[in-house]
């Protein structure tokens, strides 16, 4: 069994929460969480780039002059990309870059990344924090108190008379982390996404590039509840064939 850390927003730890393996694959398979990242990439890409080639210029297809006979080189039409003002050699079009996997492939791999997290002491629980309106200072008041949870021992111990700097090096101030929220919450949406480097997503729209991206996974208790449950709801194994 994993376990999580829990802080409450004051940034004192007040529990920890035990994480299941075998709900999230219980093995990571880094040639899957690579192939379906690079789908993501591939969706993201703009595709909108044109050239124009001979179809698409001005001019006669009608051949220059004759063949021989003239003492000129030989001459094609005057869209040719060897003229000036001609069509562009294999010419670039629109496209849409973006592919699909096996749907089973695309969130194995997100119970992959998610676990990857968790084994990597990556992932931090919150719990306590209620948002009644937008307030950016209130979010970055909570990670500059959260401490960091992959430190060792060694980093985590503090010195006296230590920088103020070396003090911030310890929370989750200026590192890109991943908000997890049980659901979409507008007010806490528009407290954080203004935060540099900090990317708020409900549970049931996490996804592997996003995951793997941001460096920390922040879940609130109830978020952490939710995607129990949601990986509980998707078997991750075929059931057993009985021999009959």
């Given at each position: 069994m994993l376990t999580v850390p829990v802080y409450n927003p004051l940034g004192e730890k007040v529990g920890e929460e035990s994480i299941d393996p075998a709900d999230f694959g219980g093995e990571i398979n880094k040639q899957l969480l690579h192939d379906v990242v690079v789908m993501h990439l591939a969706a993201r890409r703009v595709g909108t780039v044109n050239t124009r080639g001979r179809a698409d210029v001005a001019g006669s297809g009608k051949k220059l002059f004759r063949q021989?006979?003239?003492?000129?080189?030989?001459?094609?039409?005057?869209?040719t990309n060897k003229r000036k003002?001609?069509?562009v050699a294999f010419a670039r079009r629109n496209r849409d870059y973006r592919y699909t996997m096996p749907k089973k492939a695309v969130r194995a791999a997100v119970r992959m990344?998610?676990?990857s997290k968790f084994q990597d002491n990556q992932a931090i629980v919150l719990d306590g924090l209620?948002?009644?309106e937008p307030k950016t200072k209130q979010v970055v008041k909570v990670l500059q108190t959260l401490r960091r949870p992959d430190l060792t021992e060694d980093e985590a111990t503090e010195t006296v008379g230590e920088t103020k700097a070396k003090a911030r090096a310890r929370t989750l101030d200026d590192r890109t982390i991943l908000i997890g929220l049980p659901a979409h919450d507008p007010v806490f949406h528009r407290s954080a996404r203004n935060i540099d480097g900090v990317q708020v997503a409900p549970v049931s729209d996490f996804?592997?590039?996003d995951i793997l991206k941001q460096r920390y996974l922040l879940?609130?208790?109830?978020a952490l509840n939710a995607l129990k449950q949601q990986v509980k709801d998707k078997p991750t194994r075929r059931p057993a064939v009985s021999e009959s």
């Open positions: 021989k006979g003239t003492g000129n080189a030989r001459a094609g039409a005057k869209r003002g001609g069509g990344a998610l676990l209620d948002l009644k996804n592997t590039y879940l609130t208790r109830e």
